[in-house]
Structure formats: structure tokens, C-alpha cells
């Protein structure tokens, strides 16, 4: 454990992580995200279009004799992302700054992998994902956006990857305004989940 998150659960708070302007998966889509990785001690873990690696963290504390690869273009988000890992005291962290799928050549075959972001180069990166994925490994992609959701169900629910799960979460969260409450709508987002098949 380390002092900035003392639990071992995901889900932690928005505001305890580094932010700048880069987009952040938020807490309740990251705990349902880690939760559909399934994952177990020793993976190697992808985390592609890391943004500012909240996913990253959250992967690696609960997997802290695994790897995770946090995959990112941009220099300011790769900033975030080191200053996280500082902050969270995780250490089984490489951060790759450069664009997916080209920057995950050199990586190790996943047992995981996250997509969250995607430069508009999904069907590539998924693409790649089934080639490198080890068998039974599982692929998760969170999508805000219709175009992303459907690229990602054209190519997970084809060959190698089977049991194709998905969901749309959109969360409310409880603001203060003035002397009165309210619950403030969230972005909808969907998470796909797809497993490669055994050899």
C-alpha cells in the first residue's frame, strides 16, 4: 500500500490524480474497466491512449508483480502519467510515448490490455491486439463516442475473439448547489470486452 491510497480497491477518487488538460477516465468507469480486465498477479498489462494514467495506476497497484505498459502520443499527457506513478508509489510502470498500434512493437505480449484511447487509429490497434494477445488474454475498450463504439464491435466480434460483453454506464454524481442537492449526469460511456480465444 502506499500513502496516497491506502485500500485495495479501484475506484479511486478523481481528485486525488494529477490532471492538467488532458482527459481522465473518471473513477466509477475506471473500477467497472479494471473490474471487466479481470486481472490477476504477474500480467503484462497494456494500457493504450493512457491519457493521464489513472488506468495505469489503478492496473498497477492491483497487479503489483505484473507490467504495465502505459502507451501515450502526447508529451504532456506522458508528464501526467510519470507524475502519477511518482504519486501513487507504483514502480512496475514503463510509460511509452508514441502512437499506437507503431508503439506497442517492442512490447512484450499483453495478457491485458485497455484501450481508452485511440487516435482514431482503433481498427489498427485492436488489429495488432489480436495478433499479440495471448490466448485467452482479454481486451477492454472504454468508447464515448458512437464511431469508436462501433469500430471497436467490428472488429472484436470477429475471429480471434470470442465471449463479446458489453455495457453502457452513465453515472450521476451528488453536487451542492446553493442550499440544495442535485445529481449531475456524467458522459455515457460503453466498455466491450472481448477474450482471445485459446490456441
Known sequence: MNKTWTYSTPGIPDGLFARGAVPMTKEEVRALTICRARLAPGQVIWDVGAGTGSLTVEAALLSPQGKVFAVEQKEEAVQLIRENCRRFDVTNVSVVLGRAPEALCDLPSPDRVIVGGSGGELPGILA??????????????????????????????THPFTELAGIQV??????????????????????????????
Open 128 to 157: 495488432f491486439c489480436a495478433a499479440r494477445l495471448n490466448p485467452s488474454g482479454l481486451v477492454v475498450v472504454n468508447a464515448i463516442a458512437p464511431a469508436t463504439l462501433t469500430a471497436a464491435l467490428a472488429v472484436l466480434g
Open 170 to 199: 452513465q453515472v450521476s454524481r451528488l453536487e451542492q448547489l446553493g442550499k440544495e442537492q442535485f445529481f449531475r449526469a456524467q458522459n455515457a460511456v460503453w466498455i466491450l470486452c472481448a477474450q482471445k480465444e485459446v490456441e
